[in-house]
Nanobody
């Protein structure tokens, strides 16, 4: 399988950006898709995740109410809509997928999001 990310870029504080993550290969075995980020000098942190088959979504407290995670079933693509962006959201964002009862072990290439104050 492969995950190909697109989107991201530079935006002013308060603005919006959207990230996408196209999955290929054995997508039928995917249980969850998640988004993570790593800011310079910091550890990678969880942002959001959802069940690939639909249903519950989960968000880090720092993005709850501002970010929305979703999926286009027909395109096997996951999305992260980011609104009301803050400078502290600046990071490289990664999508990832995992099988049931497993850890995230397939990762996208990462995309830079920069929020200016």
């Amino acid at each position: 399988g492969q995950l190909v990310q697109s989107g991201g870029g530079l935006v002013q504080a308060g603005g919006s950006l959207s990230l996408s993550c196209a999955a290929s290969g054995r997508t039928v075995s995917i249980s969850n898709m998640g988004w993570f980020r790593r800011a310079t000098g910091k550890e990678r942190e969880f942002v959001a995740e959802f069940y690939w088959s639909g249903g519950s979504t989960f968000y880090a407290d720092s993005v709850k109410g501002r970010f929305t995670i979703s999926r286009d079933n027909a395109e096997n693509t996951g999305y992260l809509q980011m609104n009301s962006l803050k400078p502290e959201d600046t990071a490289v964002y990664y999508c990832a997928v995992r099988k049931a009862m497993s850890t995230y072990n397939y990762w996208g290439q990462g995309t830079q999001v920069t929020v200016s104050s």
